[in-house]
């Protein structure tokens, strides 16, 4: 298990298109530059898919942990 | 020197010309005919809703500067911040449905027009953040896609015991990027979007394998041409490299029509792959006995055509193929098909949150039509729909249960799920 400080927790479990991702983007704004949001997804494509959002977004993925059908991805406030 | 705004939408403008786009901005006689066919205006009877008047700076900046005559007529003044705002305001608040188009007297399609005026805001950096963003990430995604390849594999198959359980098959499977397999599905982001297809395919013995990824393009939606291609490019490329003989893309709205009718376009080169929207291959299983129906559905139900799907995609009677099997009591909406009036979430405006109320407001005659049937589920093949009409449904206190129309189908011919194993309930 990751030992990050989460500051917000996001469940995206069985969101249509293309909430996931929408619904990320706006709540990393809720938390202080330097925090930590974890979402959590049962989307495969999760796994590409928010590594390539935090990269254009200038975001950063701590970590990422598979737990069965569920995916738990850890995303750092860089700005 | 520095290029007003003017020159620059000018230059765009001529850069773009063609003979379609010379048409539209020329013949508009504004008989407002359109502004009827509009399910925005009809529920706010607002002048800037009128579809024709979407696309009066565009059409001014014409005039001014490329129509015969136009440099004396001393009218027409220079484009303004002020008009891209009121650009920006037409082009991104339109769903893109093209009802208007169905009754023009001309056959003008406003929508072009709006696609060419969010090629202009474009140019300027004008876009909704979200549908940028979204763009973004799918193309940043397709250039990294090898580094996740195994973890997305591995990933999928922690949902295979559910497929055996539904199909009653110990070998059934999702293959991900299965070289010579005979269909690439591309389906949506989220296993809802995967499992009930793979379901399907696995219990009609279809040869086939998933895409890596989301058949969703908003590229499109944003008006960034350059990124929609890029984003079409990856699917292309891997269906390419796998060397499928047909894409069948997952219920959805838009992507069907952005690969079957516009990828080849943008990349400038034919397809070497045939493009079929999901409902084509599974209405042929059932009409060749290849999948049983063991449970029909009784309870009323009404299908919502989706404007990207039927009206922009043509496919309107497979999914009422197999509703009409699987269902004892299907009532259509009144209008249908081509006629059918926008649910409201389409363009993108689901993926722009501050839009909420708008789209309420501009959902009165979708809320009003599916009231009309007295149905109790609501079929519909696209995910922004599906947001929409669950946000009318709780506006509008409709009372239905709004579904996919492939979940229908596995309930129909899968076997019946045990508690807590449904995809759906996988998912939430």
Known sequence: MSEHNVDLELDLRGLACPLPVVKASKSIKDVPVGSVMKVVATDPGALADFPAWAKTSGNEILDIERNGSEINIFIKRMK | MAVSISEQVRDLLKEKMNRQLLYYLDICARCGICKDACHIYRATGRVEHVPSYRAEVLRRVYNKYLAPLGRLRRDYGEVTEEDLQKMYEAAFTCTGCRRCMVYCPFGIDITWLISMEKAVLSSFGRVPEELSMLADAAVEKGKSIELYREIMAEQIKSYEPE???????????????????????????????????????????????????????????????SKAAEIAKRIVDEAEALGVKEVVITECGHAFRVMKYLAGGWLKRDLPFRVRSIFQ?????????????????????????????????????????????????????????????????????????DLENYRAETGRLKAEQIK?????????????????????????????????????????????????????????
């Open chain 2, 372 to 428: 009309a049937t007295g149905a109790k589920t609501v079929a519909t093949p696209c995910e922004n729909c599906r947001l929409q009409l669950a946000l009318l449904n709780e506006r509008y206190d409709l009372g239905v249960t709004i579904t996919a129309v492939t979940d229908m189908l596995v309930e129909a011919v899968a076997v019946p799920a045990a508690k807590g194993e449904t995809a759906e309930e996988i998912s939430r």
């Open chain 2, 163 to 225: 497929l055996r359980a539904r199909t009653g098959m110990p070998e059934a499977s999702i293959p991900i990027g299965e070289k010579g397999a005979r269909v690439l599905y591309v389906a949506l982001a989220g296993i809802h979007s995967i499992l009930p297809a793979a379901i399907i395919f696995n219990l009609a013995g279809e040869d086939w394998t998933l895409s890596m990824f989301e058949a969703a393009n908003y590229g499109y939606f944003s008006g960034e041409t």
């Open chain 2, 281 to 353: 291959p599974f209405a042929e299983y059932l009409r060749d006995g290849r999948l049983k129906v063991h449970t029909q559905i009784t309870e009323p139900v009404t299908y919502h055509d989706p404007c990207q799907l039927g009206r922009n995609g043509g496919v309107y009677e497979e999914p009422r193929e197999i509703i009409k099997t699987i269902c004892t009591d299907f009532r259509e909406m009144t209008p249908n098909r081509e006629k059918n009036w926008c649910c409201g979430g389409g363009g993108g405006l689901v993926a722009q949150t």
